[in-house]
């Protein structure tokens, strides 16, 4: 079979000349100049970009990559070497990004890059515009870099064809594998070789919590900016993110927490107008579909549907079922105390948005769940923002082999020779 | 005026504003008695409509998405009182739509649709020339909405003729032998608008068959034929010049609503019953649009009494583009049916790869 290189510069190859291509790229060391420079560039390449800007999550991307990110980045990765310990590049790295959040394949591959590995990505043959975008710029950037980072990248494209999926898996070093539990299942289908590793990224869901009286202690502007955060965790990726927030749990009174839900709300749908947040009507159908069959199936007490946003409010989290179609659909939900939230929260939990909590409730509720669920504990607007903690994983670390060097001689005996 | 009254009256004969009331009093009636016979449509209506008082118009009257019945049996019927449960064909991979039918409801269904079809074929059973395979009522396995269809439209005829055989190949002979029996005088054909055009009118345009006492009855949607360029005025024109076929008449119906269908008259527009009716809505908002702009069909119908599907928004986008001023005589409101809705995907973490394959 055929398949499409899309980097280092765009054709066609045959399936056998595959591992000449992924062969042929140079392993580096951990942060050399020369990668660290394809990031900065690359992140400079975005800001200055006429048709990037338009995208505010490749901005996102270009401020999470520029060059104080990525100087502090180095010096977490050196911090993380002790005397008896060497962090070495894994090798090979097979990213497979999902389709639809178009940045994940530059976050994930950025990180393998700095930490010295060769990467070959994987994306469809149906690319969204910002893909393409991304794809162009990481063209131009690398095509000026100096060596050993100007090759050790290569993407390419095919579609849901097996013997590609199967020969990169059984050459890579590490796999990593988004895009939800049914790709991971059926990537898995491929095995790996024995020292490979695979990191992955099955569904997850995400939701946010809110101190009932910290927010009606809020100014009028204060509250706006907090539903203008939410909003962008929430929508820039049409709240199908995994990170992005499906289920609001107010921490208070019933009639308090009433009270701030609806003001909440009203100024999320504000919002959304004032975006001209666009829901493609065939979701709005699907909204409207799940919405009725959730009043049918859970203990939806009251149904607010703003234009762009319907607002589910429960009487209970008991039972509660992590199915969502996105489009900006939120359950409601309210509870006397954060610690109360432990006993709802199930494995599929990632992120946990809040507002208005002392950092001591954050870690308790930490220590509650005891690593049932929960990976990330952000404030609200920052759901989206990626991080090398992610999903459980410290991408920096999972990206290398840890080398251990006793370097004290045994009893006193000592090779080296005294002169 | 009484339901017996709307399906018994000359259909399009109600001025819209009579009709309108009319409807509203018996779909208030509907609306209350599946509120007390379906626990869930009790609880959606108060939960999703619970700020409403009692409707002053139609598009008052609360509504549920036509896809819930793919999710949910909604039934207001007791279990013994289930005479039939209709499903939807369904594209692959999607699950059907599950219909609840007594006997009273079904019963309705089948007046109702003779009602329609007689308004336009008169009172008489017509022969009847089936563009179809007859190997799709046989084979009860495989007894699905198209079958059903099939034989609902049976009904309107006599001396049946299917045109296809197993393999939707036209059988020539058949036609022709049908056609020197009955050609001479008014008979119907009936068939699914793709298989009418792609295995009957492009394997037959040149085979000088003469359709000109042929009223023909199709329905199931453009969306094929539309992928291939071909509009309804394409499909009249062609029909007319190779065959001479000159009453067409195009139906919008569902399985949701059997026998309150949409039949076009003599001006290509579609038109309810006396007891139905379509409220154009913003997609968004769900708000009535203004008459000509597009928007979400809702289609209300008086005949669901088994299950609460008497207000129905669809997934299909349409325009009203006249009321009580028809070219062709009939009240009411003049519809077209744009299309479906234009299938969407959000963006998101899960990868299409795995949605494909499984």
Same mark, same amino acid.
């Given at each position: 079979? *055929? ?20 062969? !042929? ?22 800001? *200055? ?132 539990? *049914? ?50 965790? !929430? ?21 308090? !927490? ?54 589910? +409010? ?33 494995? +599929? ?36 923002? %990626?991080?090398? %903690? ?30 | ?6 399906i /018994?009256l000359p259909q399009y004969s ?23 016979? /379906? ?19 139609? /598009? ?38 599950? @219909? ?15 009602r329609i079809?007689t308004s ?8 009847? $020339?089936? @563009? ?35 393999? $939707?190949?036209? @059988? ?91 039949l ?7 038109y309810?019953p006396n007891f ?54 009939r ?9 479906? @809705? ?7 973490? /899960? ?8």
């Amino acid at each position: 079979m *055929q398949l499409k290189v899309l980097l280092p510069e765009e054709r066609s190859i045959e399936l056998e000349e595959l591992p000449d291509l992924v062969a !042929a790229s140079a392993a580096i060391e951990p942060f050399d100049e020369s990668i660290v420079n394809v990031a900065i560039e690359l992140s400079r390449r975005i800001f *200055q970009d006429e048709e990037a800007r338009k995208y505010p999550e490749l901005l996102a991307l270009a401020y999470w990559m520029r060059k104080t990110e990525i100087v502090r980045l180095a010096a977490q990765f050196r911090s993380l070497q002790l005397e008896d310990r060497v962090l070495v590049p894994r090798g090979l790295i097979f990213h497979l990004p999902p389709r639809n959040v178009d940045t994940i394949f530059v976050y994930s591959w950025l990180l393998a890059a700095l930490t010295g590995n060769r990467s070959i990505i994987r994306l469809s043959p149906q690319r969204s515009g910002s893909t393409s975008i991304l794809l162009r710029l990481l063209r131009e950037t690398l095509a000026t870099a100096v060596e050993p980072a100007r090759t050790g990248t290569i993407i390419v494209s095919y579609g849901h064809e097996e013997e590609p999926t199967a020969l990169l898996s059984a050459m890579c070093d590490a796999r990593v594998i988004w895009g939800g539990d *049914q790709t991971v299942e059926i990537i898995r289908r491929s095995p790996i070789g024995p020292s490979a590793r695979e990191i992955t990224f099955p569904d997850r869901y995400s939701l946010s919590v809110i101190k009932t009286d910290a927010y009606l202690g809020l100014s009028e502007k204060q509250r706006e900016s907090l539903a203008h955060q939410f909003f962008n965790d !929430a929508f820039w990726f049409d709240q199908m993110a995994c990170s992005s927030p499906r289920l609001v749990v107010w921490c208070g009174t019933d009639s308090e !927490a009433r009270t701030a839900s609806t003001d909440f709300f009203s100024r999320v749908a504000g919002r959304a107008e004032h975006q001209h947040y666009f829901l493609p009507p065939a979701v709005s159908m699907q909204k409207l579909v799940f919405t009725c069959s959730a009043i049918i199936t859970s203990p939806v007490e009251e149904c607010q549907r703003y234009k762009d946003l319907t607002v589910m +409010k429960l009487t209970s989290l008991t039972g509660f079922s992590r199915n969502h179609p996105g489009g900006g659909l939120f359950f409601n939900a309210r509870l006397d105390t954060l610690l109360d939230l432990a006993s709802f929260i199930s494995r +599929k939990d990632q992120t946990l948005t809040w507002f208005g909590f002392a950092p001591a409730e954050l870690h308790a509720l930490v220590r509650r769940l005891n690593g049932r669920a929960i990976d990330r504990i952000v404030p609200i607007g920052r759901a989206l923002q %990626f991080h090398r %903690f992610w999903d459980g994983y410290d991408l920096l670390q999972e990206f290398c082999r840890c080398v251990h060097v006793d370097s004290a001689p045994v009893g006193g005996i000592s090779s080296v020779s005294e002169v | 005026m009484t339901l017996d009254d709307l399906i /018994s009256l000359p259909q399009y004969s109600l001025p819209q504003a009579q009709k309108e009331s009319a409807l509203l009093a018996e779909l208030i009636r509907l609306s209350d008695r599946h509120v007390e016979r /379906s626990a869930e449509y009790a609880r959606l209506t108060k939960v999703l409509f619970s700020g409403r008082s009692q409707p002053k118009s139609l /598009s008052e009257l609360p509504y549920l998405p036509v896809g819930l019945f793919k999710e949910h049996l909604l039934s207001s019927v007791s279990q013994s009182d289930v005479f039939k449960i209709l499903e939807s064909s369904g594209t692959t991979g999607q699950r059907p739509s599950r @219909i609840v039918l007594d006997r009273e409801t079904a019963q309705l269904q089948t007046l109702a649709l003779s009602r329609i079809m007689t308004s336009a074929l008169g009172p008489n059973r017509l022969p009847m $020339l089936l @563009i179809d395979s007859a190997d799709l009522i046989r084979d009860r396995r495989q007894f699905n909405a198209r079958a059903a269809g099939l034989l609902g439209m049976s009904n309107f005829g006599r001396n049946h003729v299917y045109a296809l055989d197993h393999d $939707l190949e036209p @059988i020539l002979p058949e036609v022709k032998n049908f056609l020197s029996r009955f050609g001479h005088a008014p008979f119907l054909i009936f068939g699914f608008t793709f298989l009418v055009w792609s295995r009957f009118y492009k394997q037959l345009e040149n085979a000088g068959l003469d359709l000109s006492n042929g009223i023909l009855i199709h329905s199931g949607g453009w969306k094929k034929l539309q992928d291939q360029a071909v509009s309804a005025a394409d499909f009249r024109a062609a029909l007319g010049n190779a065959m001479g076929l000159k009453r067409i008449y195009n139906f919008y119906g569902m399985v949701e609503q059997v026998g309150s269908i949409f039949l076009e008259g003599d001006d290509g527009y579609l038109y309810p019953p006396n007891f139905a009716d379509v409220i154009i809505r913003d997609p968004n908002t769900l708000e009535e649009v203004p008459q000509g702009q597009p928007g979400v069909i809702e289609v209300l119908s008086a005949l669901p009494r088994s299950y609460p599907g008497h207000c129905l928004l669809t997934e299909d986008l349409g325009v009203v583009h006249a009321v009580d001023s028809s070219s062709c005589g009939r009240l009411g409101k003049a519809f077209s049916v744009v299309g479906r @809705i234009p299938a969407a995907e959000l963006r998101g973490c /899960s990868d299409v790869i795995a949605a494909k394959v499984s």
